[in-house]
């Protein structure tokens, strides 16, 4: 029997069969599933520590923080964040474990990226208004960002992935033990929820979907004016007389992290007296977008600006990441693309070429 089909029919049977054989190919990972929630559990054994992470449904989140003072929709952001209940023990007979969750990495195929701390929650909290007695008990179920583990100790909490339902990656974890830096990579943990199926257009071969902008009435461009991580202010006011690209991004968002580059390569193809681009970051610190961009392979010489607040990302009215507009030489936005695009694509380019020239 194929084992897509012995997971859905036997799912108790299914997760036996392979603890069985991960334990019986000398691997350190042992999976789990709870047939009255359908849970995951991976639990991971290596160089003296052990971490075991459970898949937390998404009613639960929404409930639990709805209980505790979350509105309904900022509950949900939270339930929709891929989020693990998590345990770490330090099984060392005699040496301490230093850990810090900003040095763990999500594996992908697209990439790595870091894990979503409570520094970038709390921020995201406070712009949206959410009450300091809700944010403390968000604050308290996450597990804690540093923290020092003696033989024996362990600590348990969510950690949360920013990763859309059902994905799959791996997790590299690491850690300081007797002044060496050490790490593990626990394979093939994967998010709560099932994968959105896509829409029809989206797998027609005839449709290039990625590739398009839709033309948008022509309205004034609301203010911006943001600060870039160094400092300098930038007002698209200034910027008349110029085609701007303003792209509406963050670091958690898979499809703004991978159009980046081709956004890099249109920005050096072009004239920069007559055209540039603005990426606006949503709610993230100065410190997570320079993490970012210097993990990228591709520089970035386009200027990033930090929308703290989110301030900027709601007078643009933007529902989703990434969101990107295209405003002419007068000023007026005339086109936008909601989702990843290829941007030195020579449609979109030959689009922005002829804004440039009129």
Not at 29 to 48: K, L, M, V
Not at 262 to 270: E, F, G, N, P, T
Not at 282 to 308: C, I, N, Q
Request: hydrophobic share 40%; aromatic share 10%; glycine share 6%.
């Amino acid at each position: 029997m194929k084992f897509h089909v012995l997971r859905k029919k036997f799912p108790g049977l299914w997760a036996l069969s392979v603890l069985i054989l991960l334990q019986g190919c000398g691997d350190a990972t042992q999976y789990s599933r709870n047939p009255s929630t359908g849970a995951e559990t991976w639990e991971h054994r290596d160089q003296g520590i052990r971490i075991k992470l459970t898949q937390i449904p998404p009613d639960q989140l929404n409930g639990f923080y709805q209980g505790r003072g979350f509105d309904p929709k900022s509950a949900q952001i939270i339930a929709d964040a891929c989020v693990f209940q998590t345990e770490l023990h330090n099984e060392h007979s005699t040496a301490n474990i230093e850990l810090n969750l900003a040095d763990w990495r999500i594996l992908l195929p697209s990439g790595e990226q870091g894990l979503k701390l409570k520094r970038h929650w709390q921020k995201q909290w406070s712009a949206r208004g959410i009450s300091s007695d809700a944010r403390l008990a968000f604050q308290w179920a996450l597990f804690p960002t540093t923290q020092n583990f003696k033989p024996g100790d362990w600590n348990m909490g969510m950690t949360v992935y920013g990763l859309p339902a059902a994905t799959q990656f791996d997790l590299r974890v690491i850690w300081q033990s007797g002044n060496k830096t050490r790490s593990t990579v626990i394979k093939d943990i994967r998010c709560h929820g099932e994968a959105k199926k896509p829409a029809k257009a989206a797998i027609s071969k005839n449709v290039s979907f990625k590739q398009r902008m839709t033309s948008v009435r022509r309205d004034l461009a609301p203010g911006l004016s943001l600060k870039t991580p160094k400092g300098k202010l930038i007002n698209i006011k200034d910027l008349v007389g110029k085609v701007v690209l303003v792209n509406f991004w963050a670091t958690w968002c898979p499809p703004c992290r991978k159009e980046m580059p081709s956004m890099q390569r249109l920005y050096d193809k072009m004239d920069k007296h007559k055209f540039t681009m603005l990426a606006v970051n949503m709610g993230e610190d100065e410190d997570l977008v320079f993490e970012f961009t210097f993990s990228l392979d591709t520089p970035l010489t386009f200027p990033l600006l930090l929308d703290h607040d989110g301030r900027v990302t709601r007078q643009w009215k933007v529902r989703g990441l990434p969101t990107t507009y295209i405003v002419d030489k007068q000023g007026y936005v005339v086109y936008r693309a909601i989702g990843g695009r290829e941007w030195d694509d020579p449609n979109l380019v030959k689009i922005i070429e002829t804004l440039i020239s009129q």
